[in-house]
Nanobody
C-alpha cells in the first residue's frame, strides 16, 4: 500500500522557518522523482520544488528560489522541504508527490500558515 505522509506544517510568523517532511512507503522510493506542491484557497495547485531520484538535481518555482530547499534521504525514504524567510503568500496546503513513468502518488498534505 502506497503511503506519503507529510508532517511539519503549522503557524509561523513572517520571516520564520519551517521544515516539512514526507515519509514514503509501499513503493521503491529510490527510483521516484519527488516533488512538493502547494495549493492555496481559491488557487490552482502549483509546483514548489522537485528533486530527482538520486538527489543530483533540483528545481524550484521562481517564487521560492533562494528561500526553500528540497532534499531527500533515500536511506529513510523521506523527502524534506526547508522553508526560510516565509511570507504570508506562502500560506497553503503543501503536498508531497512521487512520480515515475505512469505512477503518480500524492500525500494528504500539511497546512502551512504564515501570519503575524
Amino acid at each position: 500500500q502506497v503511503q506519503l505522509v507529510e508532517s511539519g506544517g503549522g503557524l509561523v510568523q513572517p520571516g520564520g522557518s519551517l521544515k516539512l517532511s514526507c515519509a514514503a512507503s509501499g513503493f521503491t522510493f529510490t527510483t521516484f522523482r519527488m516533488s512538493w506542491y502547494r495549493q492555496a484557497p481559491g488557487k490552482e495547485r502549483e509546483l514548489v520544488a522537485h528533486i530527482t531520484s538520486t538527489g543530483s538535481s533540483t528545481n524550484y518555482a521562481d517564487s521560492v528560489k533562494g528561500r526553500f530547499t528540497i532534499s531527500r534521504d533515500n536511506a529513510k525514504n523521506t523527502v524534506y522541504l526547508q522553508m526560510n524567510s516565509l511570507k504570508p503568500e506562502d500560506t497553503a496546503v503543501y503536498l508531497c508527490n512521487a512520480a515515475r513513468l505512469s505512477a503518480n502518488y500524492w500525500g494528504q498534505g500539511t497546512q502551512v500558515t504564515v501570519s503575524s
